[in-house]
Protein backbone atom coordinates (compact mmCIF):
# COMPACT_ATOMS: atom_id res chain seq x y z
CA UNK A 1 0.00 0.00 0.00
CA UNK A 2 2.72 2.39 0.79
CA UNK A 3 4.81 1.55 -2.30
CA UNK A 4 1.58 2.29 -4.34
CA UNK A 5 0.93 5.69 -2.67
CA UNK A 6 4.71 6.42 -3.34
CA UNK A 7 4.12 5.33 -6.71
CA UNK A 8 1.15 7.90 -7.48
CA UNK A 9 2.80 10.75 -5.32
CA UNK A 10 5.56 10.37 -7.78
CA UNK A 11 3.31 10.18 -11.05
CA UNK A 12 1.19 13.08 -9.81
CA UNK A 13 4.81 15.05 -9.51
CA UNK A 14 6.19 14.37 -13.37
CA UNK A 15 2.69 15.87 -14.19
CA UNK A 16 2.65 18.94 -12.68
CA UNK A 17 6.63 19.03 -13.78
CA UNK A 18 5.47 18.61 -17.39
CA UNK A 19 2.76 21.15 -16.73
CA UNK A 20 5.07 23.20 -15.37
CA UNK A 21 7.31 22.92 -18.59
CA UNK A 22 5.23 23.29 -20.47
CA UNK A 23 3.54 26.77 -18.73
CA UNK A 24 7.38 27.99 -18.90
CA UNK A 25 7.53 26.93 -22.67
CA UNK A 26 4.43 29.17 -23.16
CA UNK A 27 5.45 32.09 -21.35
CA UNK A 28 8.71 32.26 -23.38
CA UNK A 29 6.91 32.34 -26.86
CA UNK A 30 4.46 34.89 -25.76
CA UNK A 31 7.00 36.99 -24.05
CA UNK A 32 9.58 36.76 -27.22
CA UNK A 33 6.87 37.33 -29.64
CA UNK A 34 6.30 40.52 -27.77
CA UNK A 35 10.16 41.60 -28.03
CA UNK A 36 10.10 40.59 -31.57
CA UNK A 37 7.25 43.06 -31.69
CA UNK A 38 9.06 45.35 -29.90
CA UNK A 39 5.62 46.27 -27.72
CA UNK A 40 8.49 45.67 -24.68
CA UNK A 41 10.53 48.37 -25.22
CA UNK A 42 9.31 51.00 -22.92
CA UNK A 43 8.92 48.70 -19.75
CA UNK A 44 12.64 46.87 -20.83
CA UNK A 45 13.69 51.05 -20.42
CA UNK A 46 12.34 51.84 -17.57
CA UNK A 47 13.46 48.77 -15.68
CA UNK A 48 16.93 49.48 -16.49
CA UNK A 49 16.57 53.01 -15.89
CA UNK A 50 15.57 52.28 -12.35
CA UNK A 51 19.09 50.30 -11.54
CA UNK A 52 20.65 53.19 -12.60
CA UNK A 53 21.16 57.00 -10.53
CA UNK A 54 18.69 59.71 -11.84
CA UNK A 55 21.95 61.73 -12.33
CA UNK A 56 23.95 59.64 -14.58
CA UNK A 57 22.20 56.71 -16.13
CA UNK A 58 25.82 54.86 -17.12
CA UNK A 59 26.35 54.99 -13.03
CA UNK A 60 24.39 51.62 -11.28
CA UNK A 61 22.79 52.32 -8.20
CA UNK A 62 24.85 52.26 -5.08
CA UNK A 63 28.56 52.20 -4.23
CA UNK A 64 31.37 51.25 -6.15
CA UNK A 65 31.93 47.60 -4.38
CA UNK A 66 28.32 46.72 -5.22
CA UNK A 67 29.02 47.06 -8.75
CA UNK A 68 32.22 44.58 -7.95
CA UNK A 69 29.69 42.05 -6.27
CA UNK A 70 27.16 42.10 -9.43
CA UNK A 71 30.58 40.69 -11.54
CA UNK A 72 30.99 37.99 -8.75
CA UNK A 73 27.38 37.06 -9.04
CA UNK A 74 27.01 37.53 -12.57
CA UNK A 75 30.39 35.24 -13.20
CA UNK A 76 28.35 32.13 -10.90
CA UNK A 77 26.22 32.06 -14.13
CA UNK A 78 29.16 32.20 -16.30
CA UNK A 79 30.02 28.77 -18.98
CA UNK A 80 33.32 28.29 -17.00
CA UNK A 81 31.73 27.91 -13.98
CA UNK A 82 28.65 26.21 -15.28
CA UNK A 83 30.52 24.11 -17.03
CA UNK A 84 32.79 23.60 -14.00
CA UNK A 85 30.33 22.56 -11.59
CA UNK A 86 28.48 20.37 -14.18
CA UNK A 87 31.32 18.04 -14.38
CA UNK A 88 32.39 18.45 -10.77
CA UNK A 89 28.72 16.57 -10.42
CA UNK A 90 29.56 14.47 -13.34
CA UNK A 91 32.42 13.01 -11.72
CA UNK A 92 30.65 12.73 -8.33
CA UNK A 93 28.06 10.25 -10.17
CA UNK A 94 30.61 8.41 -11.77
CA UNK A 95 32.77 7.68 -8.63
CA UNK A 96 29.91 6.44 -7.33
CA UNK A 97 28.83 3.93 -10.50
CA UNK A 98 26.08 5.61 -11.03
CA UNK A 99 27.34 6.00 -14.79
CA UNK A 100 23.98 6.34 -15.91
CA UNK A 101 22.64 9.30 -14.31
CA UNK A 102 26.04 11.00 -14.79
CA UNK A 103 25.17 10.71 -18.80
CA UNK A 104 21.91 11.84 -18.48
CA UNK A 105 23.15 14.66 -16.62
CA UNK A 106 25.65 15.70 -19.01
CA UNK A 107 23.23 15.63 -22.09
CA UNK A 108 20.47 17.66 -20.32
CA UNK A 109 22.78 20.77 -19.55
CA UNK A 110 24.82 20.16 -23.41
CA UNK A 111 21.16 20.19 -25.05
CA UNK A 112 20.35 22.92 -22.69
CA UNK A 113 23.62 25.14 -23.76
CA UNK A 114 22.72 24.19 -27.93
CA UNK A 115 19.58 25.54 -27.31
CA UNK A 116 20.66 28.67 -25.54
CA UNK A 117 22.81 29.44 -28.27
CA UNK A 118 20.54 28.62 -30.98
CA UNK A 119 17.79 30.93 -29.40
CA UNK A 120 20.19 33.51 -29.07
CA UNK A 121 21.05 33.28 -32.99
CA UNK A 122 17.96 32.91 -33.97
CA UNK A 123 16.17 36.33 -32.21
CA UNK A 124 19.46 37.99 -32.43
CA UNK A 125 18.16 41.17 -30.58
CA UNK A 126 20.84 43.84 -29.49
CA UNK A 127 22.32 44.51 -26.38
CA UNK A 128 20.54 47.26 -24.21
CA UNK A 129 22.00 50.97 -26.23
CA UNK A 130 20.33 52.98 -22.98
CA UNK A 131 22.96 52.47 -20.40
CA UNK A 132 26.95 52.11 -19.96
CA UNK A 133 27.52 48.08 -20.31
CA UNK A 134 29.31 46.92 -17.07
CA UNK A 135 30.97 43.81 -18.17
CA UNK A 136 32.01 43.11 -21.68
CA UNK A 137 29.76 41.05 -24.32
CA UNK A 138 30.33 39.37 -27.31
CA UNK A 139 27.21 37.54 -28.12
CA UNK A 140 23.09 38.28 -28.68
CA UNK A 141 21.13 39.79 -26.06
CA UNK A 142 17.71 37.42 -25.98
CA UNK A 143 17.52 35.54 -24.12
CA UNK A 144 20.05 35.76 -21.90
CA UNK A 145 22.57 32.71 -21.90
CA UNK A 146 23.70 33.51 -18.12
CA UNK A 147 20.01 33.42 -17.00
CA UNK A 148 18.39 30.64 -18.88
CA UNK A 149 21.94 28.21 -18.44
CA UNK A 150 21.99 29.03 -14.59
CA UNK A 151 18.68 27.82 -13.99
CA UNK A 152 19.49 24.48 -15.99
CA UNK A 153 22.41 24.06 -14.20
CA UNK A 154 21.50 25.05 -10.54
CA UNK A 155 17.78 23.57 -11.06
CA UNK A 156 18.39 20.36 -12.96
CA UNK A 157 21.28 19.81 -10.19
CA UNK A 158 19.60 21.00 -7.48
CA UNK A 159 16.18 18.86 -8.35
CA UNK A 160 18.86 15.77 -8.34
CA UNK A 161 20.41 16.57 -4.76
CA UNK A 162 17.45 17.23 -3.04
CA UNK A 163 15.79 14.13 -4.51
CA UNK A 164 18.37 12.40 -2.52
CA UNK A 165 17.44 13.58 0.79
CA UNK A 166 14.98 12.36 2.92
CA UNK A 167 13.71 15.23 4.99
CA UNK A 168 11.16 17.65 3.47
CA UNK A 169 12.74 20.74 4.53
CA UNK A 170 16.50 19.66 3.44
CA UNK A 171 14.32 19.09 -0.21
CA UNK A 172 13.31 22.87 0.32
CA UNK A 173 16.69 24.50 1.20
CA UNK A 174 18.18 22.86 -1.39
CA UNK A 175 15.70 23.55 -4.16
CA UNK A 176 15.34 27.37 -2.74
CA UNK A 177 19.30 27.75 -2.50
CA UNK A 178 19.13 26.56 -6.35
CA UNK A 179 16.42 28.96 -7.58
CA UNK A 180 17.69 31.56 -5.62
CA UNK A 181 21.52 31.50 -7.51
CA UNK A 182 19.47 31.40 -10.68
CA UNK A 183 17.93 34.70 -9.58
CA UNK A 184 20.93 36.39 -8.62
CA UNK A 185 22.73 36.03 -11.63
CA UNK A 186 19.62 37.29 -13.59
CA UNK A 187 19.24 40.38 -11.77
CA UNK A 188 22.88 41.16 -11.53
CA UNK A 189 22.64 40.81 -15.51
CA UNK A 190 20.36 44.12 -15.32
CA UNK A 191 22.18 45.76 -13.07
CA UNK A 192 25.17 45.71 -14.89
CA UNK A 193 23.06 46.68 -17.78
CA UNK A 194 23.96 44.22 -20.21
CA UNK A 195 20.78 42.72 -20.82
CA UNK A 196 17.23 44.04 -21.14
CA UNK A 197 14.43 43.12 -18.44
CA UNK A 198 12.78 40.91 -21.06
CA UNK A 199 16.13 39.06 -21.76
CA UNK A 200 16.54 37.76 -18.19
CA UNK A 201 12.52 36.74 -17.95
CA UNK A 202 13.14 34.83 -21.32
CA UNK A 203 16.30 33.38 -19.92
CA UNK A 204 14.38 32.13 -16.68
CA UNK A 205 10.92 31.30 -18.21
CA UNK A 206 13.20 28.79 -20.89
CA UNK A 207 16.04 27.43 -18.81
CA UNK A 208 13.30 26.76 -16.19
CA UNK A 209 10.92 25.00 -18.25
CA UNK A 210 13.96 23.15 -19.36
CA UNK A 211 15.26 22.17 -16.07
CA UNK A 212 11.55 20.74 -15.46
CA UNK A 213 11.23 18.57 -18.30
CA UNK A 214 14.72 17.27 -17.92
CA UNK A 215 13.39 16.57 -14.35
CA UNK A 216 10.39 14.99 -15.21
CA UNK A 217 12.15 12.70 -18.04
CA UNK A 218 15.18 11.63 -15.20
CA UNK A 219 12.46 11.00 -13.04
CA UNK A 220 10.31 8.09 -15.69
CA UNK A 221 13.80 6.62 -16.89
CA UNK A 222 14.20 6.18 -12.70
CA UNK A 223 11.01 4.41 -12.36
CA UNK A 224 11.64 2.34 -14.96
CA UNK A 225 15.09 1.22 -13.78
CA UNK A 226 16.89 3.25 -17.13
CA UNK A 227 18.84 5.42 -14.71
CA UNK A 228 20.11 5.07 -10.70
Do not use: N
Not at 21 to 30: N, V
Not at 159 to 169: G, N
Not at 189 to 208: C, E
Amino acid sequence: MLRSRQSGHVKALKLIALAAAAFAAWLFLELADEVVDGETRSFDEAVLLAFREDSDSDDPLGPVWVEDLARDVTGLGSTVVLTFATLAVTGFFLLRREHHLAIYVAIAVTTGSIASVLLKSGFDRPRPDLVAHGQHVYTASFPSGHSMLSAIVFLTLGALVASAQKERVMQLYVLGLSALLALAVGVSRIYLGVHWPTDVLGGWAAGTGWALMCWAISSHLRSRGRIE
